[in-house]
């Protein structure tokens, strides 16, 4: 019989409930050994209650690190720590719909060797009663709430760390890329990793509810962030174009670039970005706009980054 370790990084966040839950779940279901939580150096009354977790719950592990290490290495981490022979990755501010324990049996039919797992991510179904969130939660339904027919159409472009499960000794060799250190895309690199090893990915439906709905200001930061380290990625990887057939928004780009409509975006962003930042801060933040401001923002750091990298080799 196969075990399996839930691992859950941390930072800053509350997860009594969701701990809680999976430590009762784990005991009913002798397929998972442990939960361990994954402390990337929280604050101080954070820490401590993710110990007071982690002594009550039989099942329940802490692994603590002493400062900010980012999303990647954590994870990382994790991995290291873990006894199971299989590791389900939940991201903190997930909730579960339904019971913990019909959420834990739902992997077992698809649980084997050299395959990864995707049990996928869906929303609230109405809108948050804070207007301030109404753009992330947007995002989410229209780009992240997709079934599993859906994400298999393309399942490495689809690969989300949100809730995902992996083969230890098969997440030994590929990892999250630890040169990532602020938020975004160190799941759609460890996609596009698994898609060169040649490793399947395989989408079902158990999907968990993606709670932390962040204020749009948040989301933003967090978007800049994002696409940042994307368009450091495109330098890194070695298959470029296996890379962008792997990622939506560097396919278009490249397809606007290629008639010369990059100069174009990157002029909309440098005159326009405080106002398209304040208006998909507001409540009448669309998605159609929020589309534009990535591609533009896109377009503007594949510039600075294409001339930062001319400068170095001169």
């Known amino acids: 019989m196969h075990s399996v370790s839930i691992l859950i ?5 509350d997860i009594v409930a969701l701990v809680h839950n999976l430590g009762k779940a784990v ?3 002798p397929e998972f050994c442990e939960v361990i939580i994954g402390d990337d150096g929280s604050s101080p009354e954070h820490s401590a209650n993710y110990q ?3 002594r009550a719950g039989k099942s329940v592990k802490l692994y603590h690190a002493e400062k900010n290490i980012g999303r990647a290495s954590i994870r990382n981490r994790l991995a290291e720590e873990a006894t199971g022979d299989f590791l389900l990755f939940i991201d903190a501010d997930a909730m579960i719909p339904g019971t913990a ?4 049996r739902k992997w ?3 649980i084997i060797p050299g395959r990864v797992i995707c049990g996928g991510t869906t929303y609230p179904p109405y809108p948050p009663a804070d207007p301030d969130k109404w753009l992330r939660w947007r995002y989410g339904k229209r780009r992240e709430e997709r079934s599993s027919g859906e994400r298999n159409r393309h399942p490495y472009a689809s690969f989300s760390g949100f809730n995902f499960l992996a083969e230890k000794a098969l997440f030994g060799k590929i990892r999250f890329n630890e040169e990532l250190k ?3 895309h160190e799941d759609t690199l460890l996609g596009y990793q698994l898609k060169i090893a040649g490793i399947e990915i395989l989408h079902i439906d158990n999907p968990l509810i993606h709670d932390g709905i962040e204020p749009g200001s948040d989301f933003i930061a967090k978007t800049k962030q994002g696409v940042e380290n994307l368009s450091f990625l495109c330098d890194k990887v070695t298959d470029k174009r296996s890379f962008a057939e792997s990622v939506r928004l560097v396919k278009i780009y490249n397809r606007l670039s290629a008639i010369g409509a990059n100069h174009i975006l990157t002029k909309i962003y440098i005159r326009y970005r405080e106002r398209m930042e304040v208006k998909l801060a507001s409540e009448k933040g669309s998605i159609l706009l929020f589309g534009l401001f990535k591609m533009s923002l896109f377009a503007t750091y594949r510039a600075i980054h294409k001339r930062r990298a001319v400068l170095t080799t001169t």
Do not use: C, K, T
């Open 9 to 13: 990084p941390v930072y800053n966040y």
């Open 27 to 29: 005991e009913m279901v």
């Open 52 to 54: 007071q977790l982690a």
């Open 101 to 104: 324990e019909n959420y834990l």
């Open 108 to 110: 077992l039919p698809y």
């Open 182 to 184: 602020q938020y975004g």
